[in-house]
């Protein structure tokens, strides 16, 4: 009979497996992935994932969520670091943008691949609304003292298709033609901006 494991081990294997899951899928897909191939990546028995998780769903709904909450993390912290509200609006596409490129595996698992057909469960629903909190609460600010105008859930919308389709244009590596993903950051943002700033808010 296997030991009894401790909280902070079970949440630390958890974990291990996840990231081992993130790449897999993100390399086969799905449909391609089965438990069988995670115990082999983390070099445990093929029924060791069952301990920890009840499918291979299970498993790619706790990576999708581990994702958006710690995309949450990364641009509230940008955001937060900035006092003025334009600055934390560029803070954010930036840290957006930046997460994709430092975790590319994790971002094609959120973004990329197709969910298992079973609908999101409320906390889940949760954690990936909550991820957009940061960027609508900038742009609410901007919309506020009328340096924007506009909805802030719509702009926040045009905002993320924007970071969303540059990040998933370099993991693509689609961008060689061009000037550059900096470059591209910056414009983009600018670009945004100048369409949404009011009369009042025009420099």
């Not at 919308?157 to 998933?168: E, M, P, Y």
């Not at 961008?175 to 700033?197: K, N, Q, T, Y």
């Amino acid at each position: 009979m296997p030991r009894a494991l401790s909280q902070s081990e079970i949440e630390s294997f958890r974990d291990d497996l996840c990231c081992a899951a993130a790449r897999l899928f993100a390399d086969h897909g799905f449909e391609g992935v089965t438990l069988r191939k995670i115990a082999a990546v983390l070099g445990v028995s093929a029924m060791t994932p069952y301990r920890y998780f009840a499918s291979k769903d299970e498993i790619f709904q706790a990576v999708r969520m581990n994702g958006f909450r710690s995309l949450a993390e990364r641009v509230e912290d940008a955001r937060r670091a900035q006092a003025d509200p334009l600055d934390g609006l560029r803070a954010v596409f930036r840290a957006y943008v930046r997460f994709g490129l430092d975790e590319p595996h994790l971002y094609r698992t959120m973004f990329q691949l197709d969910p298992p057909k079973d609908p999101l469960t409320a906390e889940q629903e949760h954690t990936v609304e909550s991820s957009w909190t940061p960027l609508r609460r900038t742009l609410a600010a901007l919309v506020e003292r009328g340096v924007l105008e506009g909805d802030p859930r719509e702009l926040a919308f045009i905002c993320w298709v924007q970071a969303h389709g540059l990040v998933s244009l370099h993991l693509a590596e689609k961008l060689r033609i061009g000037p550059g993903l900096e470059a591209l950051l910056d414009r983009m943002f600018e670009l945004f901006v100048r369409g949404a700033r009011t009369q009042r808010g025009t420099s």
